[in-house]
């Protein structure tokens, strides 16, 4: 980013105290961009929550890629397809020989025994292999049954003989098992539960994040018109004293500031917070100084003579080497040490530092 060539908090300062109007103008753009900013961060969590949801959906389909369809839609084809064979269960339900309320409640007794025999069916397809086979044989037994039931009835009204009430029978039969066979195929391709409701899941997400989206495009919408109209007044007051260029970089950082990405005080705060120029300072630049009894070390055993107690940087770092070696040598076994380096270790004293002997004062 760049700095204006002028002060935006004194150009937004002379502006504002011109007209009270502008004034509400511009708290009304900051108060705007401020809306817009919450807008685009919840617009962003939804989108993230979206994206999650759908790898979540994604995760849970692969477990079964063939069942793709959707629930509700193939529960709605296996109820339609158990419908059709109301007319079959009606016919074997008059072999009863009951009222017509009565014959309707078998009917409806049939159909439910039908329809929950093809969901049963798809139950235990995937979760218990000999109970799925009992079960077809027990609907099997039911739908010849129901054909047997038929038959009866047809032979009772009729009057062409058993032929007739037979092939009536045996197309009512056919039919019956076709249209169960057709619901349970029907569930066999449908997404399981779960899939189902992460799909749901997944959807309204979506959807949330959409509307999510929609609603920051409108609040950034308004903040840009709010601040496009506020601008007229900034450029009306930068036209007097700043050439073309220098407008068009001042109405550009006054955007960034209204809109939220660049604060005023960004330049003053960039200045303290850089370093420097040249070298940087550390601890070594100052100058130590020791107590007078005390004589620095020049790194080859030797000390200097005691008039000179005012040292610089470089010897200062001697000492922090000295420091260093004297810790070193501390981790080290004494038969190491004595070893590895002698001529260190017969230097390593504290008369080192303090020299050869103290000084004798005058009055001593």
């Avoid at 039908?114 to 798809?122: K, Q, V």
């Avoid at 994040?209 to 920051?216: D, N, T």
């Amino acid at each position: 980013m760049f700095l204006p060539p002028i002060d935006v908090a004194v150009l937004i300062r002379d502006v504002n105290a011109s007209n009270e109007t502008v004034e509400d103008q511009c708290l009304r753009a900051r108060q705007a961009a401020d809306i817009a900013i919450r807008s685009a961060c919840a617009a962003d969590l939804a989108a993230v929550a979206a994206v999650r949801a759908e790898v979540a959906h994604r995760t849970v389909q692969a477990g079964r890629p063939r069942r793709r369809a959707p629930l509700p839609r193939q529960v709605i084809l296996a109820l339609i397809t158990a419908a059709l064979d109301g007319l079959a269960c009606y016919f074997a339900a008059q072999a009863l020989d009951g009222s017509q309320d009565s014959t309707l409640v078998w009917t409806g007794l049939f159909l439910g025994v039908l329809a929950s025999g093809e969901f049963a069916l798809d139950f235990y397809k995937d979760r218990n292999e000999r109970t799925w086979h009992a079960l077809a044989i027990l609907i099997g037994i039911f739908v010849t049954l129901l054909g047997t039931l038929r038959f009866w009835f047809l032979a009772t009204i009729g009057g062409g003989g058993l032929l007739p009430a037979i092939v009536g029978a045996l197309l009512f039969t056919g039919a019956t098992a076709a249209f169960l066979s057709l619901g349970y195929r029907a569930l066999r391709i449908a997404e399981t539960p779960q899939a189902w409701r992460v799909r749901r899941q997944a959807r309204v997400a979506c959807q949330a994040a959409r509307a999510a989206r929609a609603v920051a495009d409108r609040d950034a919408a308004e903040r840009d018109r709010l601040i496009d109209a506020y601008l007229g007044h900034v450029r009306r007051e930068v036209q007097k004293t700043c050439p073309l260029e220098q407008q068009l970089e001042t109405e550009a950082a006054v955007r960034e500031h209204l809109s939220g990405r660049r604060p005023l005080d960004e330049g003053a705060s960039r200045t303290s917070a850089r370093p420097a120029r040249g070298r940087p300072r550390c601890l070594a630049d100052e100058h130590v100084r020791l107590p007078a009894h005390v004589q620095p070390y020049t790194g080859d055993g030797q000390a200097l003579p005691a008039s000179q107690h005012d040292f610089g940087a470089r010897d200062y770092h001697q000492l922090r080497v000295l420091a260093g070696d004297a810790s070193a040598r501390t981790t080290l076994s004494p038969t190491r040490r004595a070893t590895s380096h002698p001529q260190r270790s017969r230097r390593s004293g504290p008369s080192l530092l303090a020299g050869p002997a103290l000084p004798q004062h005058a009055g001593s």
